[in-house]
């Protein structure tokens, strides 16, 4: 039998339609389940007035099981042969007859049968119960306390085969009939599993999500080609779109030519998220077109094309408006209105900042062989644009209207793209800055939130973080990883920490030492995330840089696939801790040496010094830096055999070392000679990590 | 369609639907949500419907005229129903067909837009309402109004006047919008706009809006002492419009908005707590 299951409701949430037909196909199939009743396939349906299910193949009946069911021990459920108070207890919760109990394993026992019952009686409040538990971010009642759901439910279709079953939730009962398009065709249609997708199609719905999809695509790019133009349609725009609308419309529409005078990102963000248009591009440009998908067809598309330009219009005049004010002043003056912009109380404003991060990034670019002159003007004018009215009204344009205007008052373009790239990431798998100079400015500013944030005691805790510390330390991260600048962590970190002394802000060590913990463990959260052990990464911890780190991780990975690393790290662990109780620095000295299995260790220690200097080099070839938020960098590492089994090799010469060789002798010279000769060995596996922290 | 006439249909069809068509408050608002027949009377168990035009001002959205859409004087029409129909969208479009617009021949949408006041401690899910890609209304499910949970639940409309003026004539800027035969929204609004945006933005005097915001929170506490709830109310909307004007002054660091913004929010709550104990007992528990 096949089932259909409508939820009619008031507009749904576009975002929401997605997450609420996967969790309402899961959700079915579980609650199908639980009351044993099979079936061949679910499908869903959605528009933004209905959530729909289709279940085919269902039986008429849930299936028969039978349960062994354990009960108390056979001692206390019968004295003397007789059923105790117990066994009759248990008798009765199973339902059958203190005479139908059997004892075996020690243990009484009753058969309980679950009889199959009929579809049609186990569905209704099966499906109510969809309705009621489907989950949303954010749910609402009405009328007099009917909900909660995402939005008010207004009709419900439950049909199996021909027969309407009897649900009811929120004080709204069943029927047979869906409703078609609001304009076009208002009123009740009549559907069950079988005539549902053609049956509303024919009352101008298209409830089937991909082909909904499909056609928002297909007009859209189908009219952009017919002037011989390119819609731009960025994959979350046409999602939204999609669920904007049941009928779906494309209606090209023009704006005034002058307005291409604004750059292509202000116009299009303006076209989006305003409108929800979709840009139109004539070659390399945006052209003066846009595309609207209308929910609707009228009988004259030009008055709902005329309304789209009127709107478009009105909103792009604002950002002209905008445009040509803020390109009145020079950016250097913009930037001096940072002043006036708190960044934090306690941390000064804007301009407080930016002031920190051009002293940081002034101590750090020469060490990174920067262009110093192209980051000095770059830091010089970092987040001019924050004051403008254009990024007051879209913040999202912030760096784009760096570049633009600072290229419009003929501001070194090499310049403008280091502020435009000085404010990315932009979120948390949004793209990198592309030039050293924006990176370090990107690093740097992050650095100082991380640190003004934690001397201030504003550490988030628990899921909470209003200050968005979280995101700024995975920016952080992700931007020098990807440099994969051969620099300290902490030199960034005290970088930002003398700025803030300079200005006298006296962030302490401990809180410098508080806000590098943190940030490697955003690293680690993503590393993790992108398929590391999270033991490869404690490890790895150790490097300095953050692409030493991420490097080590994953060669640490790398060797933890192999079998034998387990057993060298179990007896690198133990030779780690004995090394530690040395006192002197001194090489060890062969003519010390008693034993073979001295001299055995003593020969095969250089040889892995040298495997792990290796190793770490054509690692760094094979796995250039990443982005770690990204997928980890696939790579043929085949190149790294040799190095790897070297290593692993140490293990047939530390073995026999730690089981025969005492190292706590009397003898001060022989003791210090052999913890001089472990040392040796932790420092040359130690350039790949704790490697202490992975032995058992 | 002339601007008045559009405030006269509206009236027409709600009051026909059986709504109270009340007249202006005559305290500044930011919204026509902040009315006591919306705030006041969305709590509690009684039905309740009415309509009326709700001119708001938001001294921060001013911009001396220059923008077509945005000023610190506008009008709002606002519908509240409670509880909220089942078929309160028909009855909205059927609004718009008696303004004469047939909604057969556009593109009416309703696209998610979540309501939320933090000064009033109230929001809401619903829409706002697309005619052709231009927001013309507001649509609302009130869930929470002065931080208690609301329950049967009001649906407040808010339609933007100015916005569907501009629309139904074919105008550029409201200020071009035809009000009455022969005159425009702005022979009637410009000067007005022009000087109170110099108030708002320049000559306020911050010192004194700060005190009067002290006072006018000291006397709505006083109030709500002596369950006079109305008068409470209204030195609380006094509060929140002090608060506006020192935000157009842009005196405010966002600490301390945030704190402006909470006292007027509290104030809020304590009124709408006191007018349920007072009024409904039962509710308040």
Redesign the interface.
């Known amino acids: 039998m096949n089932l259909l299951f409508e939820i009619g409701t ?7 339609v997605p997450r609420a037909l996967a969790d309402l196909a899961r959700l079915a199939a579980e609650r199908l389940a639980a009351a044993r009743l099979g079936f061949e396939a679910i499908e869903t349906y959605a528009t ?1 007035r209905r959530l729909a299910l289709v279940v085919r193949g269902l039986p008429e009946a849930s299936a028969r099981v039978e349960e062994e069911r354990r009960g108390p021990p056979e001692k206390a459920a019968f004295k003397d042969g007789e059923p105790t108070p117990a066994a009759a207890g248990f008798a009765r919760k199973a339902g059958v007859e203190v005479a139908d109990l059997t004892v075996k394993d020690g243990y009484v026992w009753a058969r309980v049968v679950h009889e199959g019952q009929p579809t049609t009686s186990l569905l209704p409040e099966l499906l109510a119960g969809l309705v009621r538990d489907l989950p949303a971010p ?1 749910k ?6 009917d909900g909660p759901f ?3 439910v ?1 009709w419900l279709v439950a049909r199996l085969d021909g027969e309407v079953l009897p649900v009811e939730v929120f004080n709204v009962s069943s029927g047979k009939t869906s409703r078609g398009h ?2 076009l065709a208002p009123g009740e249609v009549e559907v069950d599993a079988e005539t549902y997708r053609n049956a509303l199609y024919d009352a101008y719905v298209v409830a089937d999500v991909s082909q909904r999809r499909q056609r928002v695509v297909l007009e859209t790019t189908t009219l952009a080609l017919s002037e011989g133009l390119e819609a731009v349609m960025p994959e979350d725009l046409i999602e939204e779109v999609t669920h ?2 049941e009928w779906p419309v494309a ?1 090209m529409g023009s704006f005034s030519r002058k307005y291409l005078e604004l750059p292509d990102e202000v116009l299009a963000t303006v076209m989006i998220q305003h ?1 929800r ?1 979709f840009p139109v591009r004539a070659g390399e440009r945006l052209s003066n077109r846009f595309i ?1 998908v ?3 067809q ?3 598309l030009d ?2 094309r ?3 330009e ?3 219009e ?1 909103r792009i ?2 950002a002209y ?1 905008f445009w040509t004010e803020d390109l009145k002043t020079p950016l250097a003056e913009h930037h001096k209105k940072l002043a ?1 912009i ?1 960044f ?2 306690g941390l000064g404003t804007m301009a407080d900042k930016t002031e920190r991060v051009r002293r940081a990034a002034e101590k750090l670019g020469g060490r990174l062989g920067l262009d110093e002159g192209v980051l000095r003007e770059a830091a010089a004018l970092f987040k001019a644009d924050l004051p403008t009215q254009m990024v007051y009204e879209f913040p999202e344009l912030e760096g784009i209207m760096a570049r633009a205007y600072g290229e419009k008052q003929g501001l070194d373009p090499r310049v403008a793209r280091v502020l435009e790239d000085a404010v990315r990431p932009r979120g948390p798998d949004a793209p990198l800055p592309e030039t050293p100079e924006g990176a370090l400015l990107a690093a740097l500013d992050r650095a100082d939130t991380l640190l003004g944030f934690f001397h201030l005691g504003k550490k988030p805790s628990g899921s909470a973080d209003p200050y968005g510390l979280r995101r700024a330390a995975a920016g952080l991260v992700r931007i020098l990883g990807r440099m994969g600048w051969d620099l300290p962590l902490e030199a960034v970190l005290e970088a930002a920490a003398e700025a803030y002394r300079d200005r006298g802000l006296d962030v302490s060590p401990d809180v410098a030492q508080a806000a590098r913990a943190f940030i490697e463990e955003r690293l680690e959260s993503l590393l993790t995330e992108a398929g590391l052990p999270t033991l490869a990464v404690r490890a790895a911890q150790k490097a300095p840089s953050v692409y030493g780190k991420m490097l080590r991780a994953r060669l640490v990975y790398e060797l933890m696939q192999r079998p034998e690393f387990a057993e060298l790290t179990r007896l690198y662990k133990r030779a780690a801790n004995l090394a530690s109780q040395g006192e002197s620095t001194r090489e060890p000295d062969p003519e010390l040496f008693e034993t073979e299995e001295e001299k055995k260790l003593h020969a095969a220690v250089q040889p892995t010094r040298e495997a792990v200097e290796e190793l770490l080099q054509r690692g760094s070839e094979l796995l250039p830096p990443w982005d770690p938020a990204a997928p980890l960098p696939k790579a043929d590492l085949t190149p790294l055999e040799g190095p790897l089994a070297q290593i692993l090799a140490l293990a047939g010469a530390l073995d026999p070392f730690m089981d025969h060789v005492l190292v706590m002798v009397d003898d001060a010279a022989v003791r210090e000679n052999r913890l001089a000769l472990l040392r040796g060995v932790r420092d040359a596996l130690g350039e790949l990590g704790a490697l202490e922290l992975l032995g058992a | 369609m002339l601007f008045q006439d559009l405030i006269l249909k509206l009236h027409e069809y709600w009051g026909g639907y059986g709504c109270v068509i009340s007249e202006p408050y005559d305290t500044e608002v930011g919204a026509g949500t902040f009315y006591p027949t919306t705030f006041l009377k969305a709590l509690g168990p009684e039905p309740w419907k009415t309509a009326y035009v709700a001119p708001s001002r938001r001294p921060q959205d001013g911009r001396y005229g220059e923008n077509p859409y945005r000023f610190q004087y506008y009008f709002q029409y606002q519908v509240i129903i409670k509880p909220s129909p089942t078929d309160v969208q028909d009855l909205y479009l059927d609004s718009l067909r008696a303004i004469g617009i047939k909604v057969e021949d556009h593109d009416v949408r309703f696209v998610e837009d979540n309501w939320e006041s933090p000064t009033l401690g109230a929001w809401g899910l619903g829409w706002e309402v697309w005619l052709d890609g231009m927001e013309i209304t507001q649509f609302t499910y009130f869930q929470q109004v002065g931080g208690v949970d609301v329950n049967p639940v009001s649906v407040e409309i808010t339609y933007g006047l100015e916005r569907m003026a501009l629309y139904l004539q074919n105008k550029k800027h409201t200020f071009d919008v035809e009000y009455a035969p022969g005159v425009t929204i702005g022979d009637i609004r410009r000067d007005f706009e022009l000087e109170h945006c110099e108030y708002n933005f320049k000559y306020a005097n911050v010192e004194k809006v700060r005190r009067w915001f002290d006072d006018y929170e000291e006397e709505a506490r006083r109030l709500l002492e002596l369950e006079l709830i109305h008068p409470a109310y209204e030195f609380v909307l006094k509060a929140s419009h002090a608060f506006n004007l020192l935000d157009a002054r842009g005196v405010l660091g966002h600490a301390e908005r945030q704190a402006y913004v909470q006292r007027v929010r509290r104030l809020a709550e304590a009124t709408a707590r006191a007018y349920l104990k007072k009024h409904y007992p039962e509710v308040a528990g």
């Open positions: 008031e507009e749904l949430p576009a975002a929401y933004p954010k609402m009642i009405w009328g007099a306390g995402v939005r008010p207004r609001r304009f904007l609308v209606v409108q248009f609207g209308s929910g609707h009228p009988p004259d008055v709902v005329a309304g789209y009127q709107v478009l009105g005049y604002d408006f006036g708190n934090q109380r």
